[in-house]
């Protein structure tokens, strides 16, 4: 994957007119749910048209796609027929993953979202595991199994362990969705707390979010900049610590600057 997911918008599976759409309306991504979205009944005809679709479609931006739970048949059949376009799709986001075992077979592009007590639990297992290259947070489900509310406060214990983790293993973050598509103030609200907190991106469920959340993640033209310019500097330096206006300048910095150019596509080894 050339850059973090920073936006990735749910789109159901049987809804595949919506893709395109999204993206014109300035997306980076889009998650293609085979689960929670598709009725039980059409989730075979739903992952054969994904298939086709897939296979006679070439896009320039990220494509996700959240299978059925790999410990049923539904999500093993998933990853093994999209398999077969696998050059078309950058990963596979697996849901209610609570047990490594699980992951062993699989390809080496999974998102593990995390929405149960268990996989809380298992957290630092799941995402030191070879396979898996990002880990997202499914609100609405963990916050049922816990029987709290979506808020901020009441999911931000397993926040901190997923951006813990992640950050052990150099892996990417996607956040929660935020629910109330109207409440764009609160969702802005919640995207600049979650960005705050290390996340690179959090999902949508409604194009009306794209913008507020792509503003809150991404930086800006002089925030590229000084990444670049940090970086440059500490790059034709011998020493490990050095001063950049003003400020001091040390590794944990430049790694921060380097993940900052990551989220808009700057690849922090060749800039300019």
């Excluded at 109207?182 to 802005?188: G, R, V, W």
Aim: hydrophobic share 40%; glycine share 6%; charged share 25%.
């Amino acid at each position: 994957m050339n850059k973090f997911p920073v936006c990735p918008i749910f789109i159901p599976a049987n809804r595949l007119e919506w893709v395109e759409k999204t993206f014109d309306k300035g997306t980076d991504a889009v998650i293609i749910d085979l689960e929670d979205s598709v009725p039980k009944e059409q989730k075979d005809e739903t992952r054969t048209n994904l298939f086709s679709y897939l296979d006679s479609h070439d896009f320039d931006k990220t494509i996700l796609i959240r299978v059925n739970p790999v410990d049923g048949e539904l999500g093993k059949e998933d990853i093994k027929i999209l398999s077969g376009v696998s050059s078309k799709i950058d990963a596979f986001m697996l849901p209610k993953i609570e047990q490594t075992g699980l992951l062993n077979d699989l390809p080496d592009n999974l998102i593990a979202l995390i929405e149960t007590p268990k996989s809380i639990q298992n957290l630092e297992e799941i995402a030191s595991h070879k396979n898996v290259i990002g880990i997202a947070l499914g609100g609405a489900d963990l916050s049922a199994s816990l029987g709290s509310d979506m808020s901020w406060d009441s999911l931000l214990f397993t926040r901190s362990k997923i951006i813990i983790e992640a950050a052990a293993n150099n892996l990417f973050t996607i956040d929660s969705p935020f629910m109330n598509i109207e409440d764009i103030s609160s969702l802005e609200n919640e995207s600049v707390l979650s960005n705050g907190l290390g996340f690179d991106g959090k999902a949508a469920i409604h194009p009306n979010q794209i913008e507020t959340i792509t503003k809150s993640f991404l930086p800006n033209e002089s925030d590229i900049q000084e990444a670049k310019e940090i970086i440059k500097l500490f790059s034709s330096s011998s020493e490990a610590v050095i001063a950049y206006k003003g400020k001091m300048i040390d590794m944990p910095i430049v790694i921060s600057m380097e993940k900052r150019l990551k989220l808009v596509g700057i690849d922090p080894k060749n800039i300019d």
